[in-house]
């Protein structure tokens, strides 16, 4: 394994510039945490934005700021400019990405020139670190702000390993498909190994909108794209459990846990902490807080709510907007129901140092943490961090939002609907109620949970996981066919006499088009395989699943043999179309009204009666419809196929029933017995394909087109590597 690199948006350290002097001040969050010790040991670097604008750093103090980051902190900048981050930061992420995955479309913008800042951006990451890391390294690609990295990254480095962890909701595909830009953004995060969500509820959302919009299945998380695949999973993050746990004995905490009792005395305390943003549910929290002091008055002057808000993003307006209605309910509520001893909401719009954090969480009775959606949300995992549970006596109770991600693990937590205000201002009485026993009881287990999976558990298994997916790869997959392997293979080409060619064409020659009708070869195809046919010592044999009449349209005036319909047909060069063999057809008399009843059940299905073959396509239907569909249409089928000879082949959203003997190989093996040939290359990229490879002599060329498993020995990338790698073969290029 090489060396890790980590990318974020935003650097785990700040830079100031005043004058000549640079100062960098290192963040203590918990990602910089959990990742640090790894990318530091593994010898790499962290690469992000170090909080200044670039627009008026001259060269000298630009070299300046890259010592200082590489050398102090092993981090190297990506310079941002003001229109950078207006546009790509404040722009993209944070009026489009940020609201959309959150579910707040009134906040979301569509707007084209913020669309192609985020590109550009993007590639000026992928610039940036593109000149520091290798095709051997690790990259772990962190957050929304950079989803069309991955892919940029592995169009420069193809065998690098490139994890990607999204850190906010991914939503569902009615929502995800609002994006105009859906397609590249999904594209662009499969150039990953490896993507992480926090739950598996957005695992199932993206690989919902990837089946729906990119058409790619997945099997156990796994999506195939092509010529690629991609592993998805939930890999929930977790806190520096120790450094929350051990902070309650601070004496900076405990100075600071003085001064709250000095103010508060035996009041009881509900806190509240989060950045000032819509999604947390701040304005709804009020209004439940409000609902409460209503409904149990008992509670006047006995219970007071801490809610800190920590400024953020208020260049974005629907952020600016939030401050004043806070301010406003804030106001009204203090003033219907504060006394001159007693403010019921003490309210803090600013960043509270951590010992104060520590102060707050350990001090309070009761953590109200309802945003309306939170990829994870950590504060509330912070909360159940620092509760003394070692002594007796209350130790407090957590009331979770059910639409944070955290939920998911902190199931003993009483839980709320954020937007049932009634419901929340009656948990808040229960929670304030609840014996110290239940509390405990409740505490515990959540916090045993916290201590196993903490942020570098977290890490680690992210890393791990990717790991094993690169020696899977390597294990599994057939080898790449360049360098000495390739110069071994041109040298046995020259020294040949008599070699055989085995070319499949769709996905091979000529890149899938979402049409097959605009299949139709070009040029360039046309002179390789003119090349091929033109040396008297080469036969070549286009294999293909289509008909006879559209390979003799296309392929009929070179000297080649043909296989049509994925073997039921074939052809010797210059000689006429036979039958693999005798095939008899009255089968599809039968299977073709049940068939035709599924494709009559599926908006989108299609029913196409080939020479010998009935196909079910299903690629346009809705994929959980031809899902059920399929398998109901399977079972129906296997009990009749078995007592014909038929097969059930599933392909790519089709399945096609045809004579079991017919395949690639039974055909193929007509052309590989005519001859003692002494070079026999074959290229295929997909399932039936597989059974041409597996019936060539030991010491052919069997190459897979894309790095996914197969029986092939070797591969190649995908159709321009094939391309390429025939002109070379056959000295079209140099
Ligand atoms: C995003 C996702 C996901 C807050 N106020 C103060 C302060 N904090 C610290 C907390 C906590 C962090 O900030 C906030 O993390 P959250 O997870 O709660 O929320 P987001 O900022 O929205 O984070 C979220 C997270 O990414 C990680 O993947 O959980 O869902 O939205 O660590 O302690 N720290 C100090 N003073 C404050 O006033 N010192």
Same mark, same amino acid.
């Given at each position: ?101 959150? #579910? ?39 957050? #929304? ?54 739950? #598996? ?396 009843? #599924? ?136």
């Amino acid at each position: 394994m090489g060396r890790l690199f980590i990318i974020s948006n935003r650097l785990p350290v700040t830079l100031s510039v005043e004058g000549d002097k640079i100062s960098a001040t290192a963040s203590s969050g918990g990602l910089a945490t959990g990742l640090s010790s790894f990318y530091k040991d593994a010898g790499g670097l962290w690469f992000g934005w170090p909080g200044i604008s670039f627009d008026d750093v001259d060269a000298e103090t630009g070299r300046k700021i890259e010592e200082l980051l590489i050398n102090e902190h092993q981090c190297g900048a990506v310079k941002l400019t003001e229109e950078d981050l207006e546009n790509y930061y404040y722009g993209f992420s944070n009026k489009t990405i940020w609201p959309l995955s959150h #579910y707040f479309t009134n906040h979301t913008v569509f707007d084209n020139d913020l669309w192609k800042a985020y590109k550009r951006v993007n590639q000026k990451f992928c610039d940036t670190v593109v000149e520091e890391i290798g095709d051997d390294d690790v990259i772990w690609v962190n957050d #929304y702000q950079l989803m069309l990295l991955p892919n940029m990254l592995r169009q420069k480095l193809p065998h690098a390993s490139i994890g990607y962890f999204h850190h906010i909701p991914f939503p569902s595909f009615e929502l995800f498909r609002l994006m105009p830009w859906r397609r590249e953004i999904l594209q662009g995060l499969l150039g990953a190994d490896l993507i992480g969500f926090h739950t #598996y509820d957005y695992v199932r959302h993206f690989l919902s909108s990837v089946r729906r919009i990119l058409g790619y299945e997945n099997i156990l998380g796994t999506v195939s794209s092509g010529y690629r695949t991609t592993k998805v999973d939930a890999f929930p993050m977790g806190i520096d459990y120790e450094k929350f746990h051990k902070a309650t004995k601070m004496p900076e905490v405990k100075h600071e846990l003085d001064k709250i009792w000095q103010q508060v005395g035996d009041r009881k305390i509900v806190v509240s902490i989060d950045r000032q943003d819509y999604t947390k549910g701040i304005k709804d929290r009020l209004e439940a807080f409000h609902i409460f002091l209503h409904r149990y008055p008992e509670y006047k002057e006995k219970v007071s709510l801490i809610m800190v808000t920590v400024p953020s993003r208020s260049q974005v307006p629907s952020y600016a907007d939030l401050k004043s209605e806070i301010d406003e309910l804030v106001g009204k509520i203090n003033g219907e129901h504060g006394t001159l001893g007693w403010m019921p909401i003490w309210y803090h719009f600013r960043s509270v140092p951590f010992p104060m954090l520590i102060a707050l969480y350990s001090f309070a009775d009761i953590a109200l943490v309802t945003p309306l959606r939170d990829g994870m949300n950590l504060v509330a995992k912070e909360f159940i961090a620092t509760r003394p549970t070692e002594r007796d006596g209350d130790v407090g109770v957590l009331i979770i939002s059910e639409m944070a991600g955290a939920e998911k693990e902190l199931g003993e937590a009483v839980i709320v609907n954020p937007f049932d205000h009634d419901s929340v201002a009656d948990s808040i009485a229960r929670a304030l109620r609840m014996p110290a026993e239940e509390q405990r009881r409740r505490i515990i287990p959540m916090q045993e949970r916290l201590k196993r999976y903490d942020i570098t558990k977290w890490a680690g298994d992210f890393l791990q996981t990717l790991e094993d997916i690169k020696s899977q790869q390597n294990r599994l997959y057939s080898k790449k066919l360049s360098g000495r392997l390739r110069q071994d293979m041109f040298e046995r080409y020259g020294k040949s006499s008599k070699r055989l060619f085995l070319l499949d064409y769709d996905g091979s020659l000529k890149h899938l088009e979402d049409n097959p009708m605009q299949a139709t070869p070009d040029d360039e195809v046309l002179e390789i395989l003119s090349a091929i046919t033109s040396d008297e010592k080469n036969e070549l044999v286009i294999v293909s699943g289509r008909d006879r009449a559209t390979l003799d349209e296309w392929f009929g005036n070179l000297q080649a043999g043909m296989i049509a319909n994925h073997g039921a047909w074939l052809k010797h060069k210059g000689q006429e179309w036979e039958m693999l063999e005798p095939l008899d057809n009255e089968w599809m008399k039968n299977l073709r009204p049940i068939m035709q009843l #599924y494709v009559d059940r599926t908006p989108g299905a299609e029913l196409e009666e080939k020479e010998f073959s009935l196909v079910f396509h299903y690629r346009r239907a809705v994929p959980e419809m031809a899902h059920v569909r399929v398998s109901e249409l399977k079972d129906d089928l296997r009990t009749m196929t078995t007592s014909l000879n038929l097969g059930i082949l599933e392909g790519s959203k089709v399945i096609e029933i045809k004579n079991t003997n017919i395949n690639k190989g039974n055909s193929g093996l007509r052309f590989i017995n005519k001859a003692e040939w002494d070079f026999v290359m074959a290229v295929g990229d997909d399932w039936t394909d597989e059974d041409m490879f597996t019936v060539l002599p030991g010491n052919s060329y069997s190459i897979k087109v894309g790095l996914v498993p197969s029986t092939a020995k070797y591969h190649l990338n995908d159709v321009d590597a094939v391309r390429d790698f025939l002109k070379n073969l056959l000295g079209l290029k140099s």
